[in-house]
Every structure is written in C-alpha cells, then in structure tokens.
C-alpha cells in the first residue's frame, strides 16, 4: 500500500511547468505571428503563451513556433511575466475590461500594447496598478528579422523593465524610443505598404511602358530596396545620393522632375497626415 501511494504521487503532474511565467501575447492575429516567427528565428527560447478566441489560430501558432496555447483569459494572464495586447484597436477596451472584472491580476505585470492610436493614459484607465504600460509599434518585417519597432512608456515602468521592453523588440530589428505623441506619425511613416504601394506603382508603370511584369518588378525592387540599403549601409548622405543618381540632364533627373511636377511629394505628405490621423480616430473612446 505504501509503495502504491508513492507511486500515485509521484504519477501527478507536477506544479513546475504551470508556475514558469512567460511572454503571454492576447491576440493571435497576423502581428503576433510575425513577432513569435522573428523572435524564434532569432534563437528566442523562452516560454511564450498565446490567447485567442479562434481556436484555428492557436493550433497553427502552436504547430508552426512551439508555442503553448491558453483557450481562456484568465489562464492566459495568470503566466504572464510580460503582458502584450495584439488585438484590433476596436478590441482592447472589451478586452481590459474584462481582464479588470476578474482581478486576476494581484502582482506587479509589464504590459505592452501594439494597438495602434490608443494612449498609455486611456490603457491605464482601463487596467491600471498593478499594471504598467509601454507601448509598442512593430513592423510586419520583423518576421524575418529586419522589424522597426517604435516603443514609448508610462513614466512609472521602472528602467529594468524599459531595458526589457526594448532587449525584447530587438531581437527582431531596431528599436526606436519617441515620444508617445509621435506614434501616430512614425505609424503612419514607417509602414511597408509604403515599399509595396511604391513597387507596384513603378513596375506597373514600367510594364505599360514594355516591360514584362517579372523584369519590370525586378527593376522597380532594385530602385526601392537595393538603393535604399546602399544608403544604410554606405554612409552617404541622401542628399549626396540624389544628386549622385540624377545628373542634370540625364533619365532619373527628368524622372523626378516630372514625379514631383505631378505632385508626388504633395501626395506623399497627404498620405501620411491621412494615416495619423486614422490612427488618432481608432484611439478615440477606445
């Protein structure tokens, strides 16, 4: 009997792998995806936890980046060691509220959002202490390691967790600190439809011009990407650049020349002064 008894025991699944705290990311949308698939790629061992309602999206995420999964909130935000929000602008109220209802939270948790437009004050006001806020805006790219990530703080997020914050986006590209009151802006700015927008326009222009559709996005790609990384990597100015590329009387002078007579710069700054504030209206009320 005794032996049977120390064998029953010993048969229990033991409490460890449940207390080990984790990156708990809620939303298992495609930003999440990209985040685990650059932080994985990176060698990012540790322990990340996923909570979405759509149980399709947890069985992939967990298939295809050994991820453990949470089918319930409160599960989910009890092993959070970091607390990220990856749910649609329109989705973070309902969300923190029902994580305030349960007062699951009872120690301090670093909390970052990736909801674009809605500020540190208005999170706080909906999931407060213990909780404190950064927030965060990454690029899709980061999938494969060259993300841009934009990161901003509540005044009370301790340095260690700033440090954190920061160690953690970096792991799938380079970390900018600005100021809460310019996410809109850089959101609007740093995003990769601007490449793609710019590439499509190029190559279709250059296959009405004759081209066949495969040169002609091998040509627009090298004029966006392959120049702009010679710029990074060069250290010329870009000032320098142009006017190296577009010698007075030569094809790419009289290109730009006709782009801006058309209102290419104009149309530029419209853009991004349409995406920020679309980014200032999804935070409103939320």
Not at 63 to 77: G, T, Y
């Amino acid at each position: 009997m005794p032996r049977a008894r120390e064998k029953k025991r010993s048969a229990r699944p033991g409490p460890q792998r449940a207390q080990t705290k984790a990156t708990v990311f809620l939303g298992g949308g495609h930003i999440t995806s990209a985040l685990i698939a650059g932080l994985r790629r990176s060698g990012y061992n540790r322990r990340i936890v996923v909570h979405d309602r759509n149980p399709e999206k947890l069985r992939a995420l967990r298939r295809e980046f050994r991820v453990d999964v949470a089918e319930d909130l409160q599960s989910a935000v009890t092993q959070a060691e970091m607390l990220i929000v990856a749910v649609r602008p329109t989705s973070v109220r309902a969300l923190l509220e029902e994580v305030a209802r349960s007062r699951i939270i009872l120690r301090p948790v670093l909390a970052v959002s990736l909801a674009a437009g809605i500020p540190i004050k208005k999170l706080g006001a909906r999931l407060g202490y213990p909780v404190r806020w950064a927030r965060a805006m990454p690029s899709p790219v980061c999938r494969i390691g060259h993300g841009l990530t934009a990161v901003a703080f509540e005044r009370q997020v301790p340095e260690q967790g700033r440090v954190r914050v920061r160690e953690f986006f970096g792991r799938v590209g380079p970390v900018l600190q600005i100021p809460e009151n310019r996410f809109d802006i850089f959101t609007a700015a740093f995003s990769p439809s601007h490449g793609y927008h710019a590439l499509d326009a190029v190559a279709g222009a250059a296959e009405r011009g004759g081209l066949s559709r495969a040169d002609a996005l091998v040509a627009g790609a090298h004029a966006l990407a392959d120049a702009i990384l010679y710029w990074r990597e060069s250290g010329e100015s870009l000032d320098a650049l142009l006017l190296e590329a577009a010698t007075p009387g030569g094809t790419a002078a009289a290109t730009m020349a006709a782009m801006d007579d058309a209102g290419y710069t104009r149309a530029v700054a419209r853009g991004l002064r349409a995406g920020a504030e679309q980014g200032r209206r999804n935070g409103r009320g939320r």
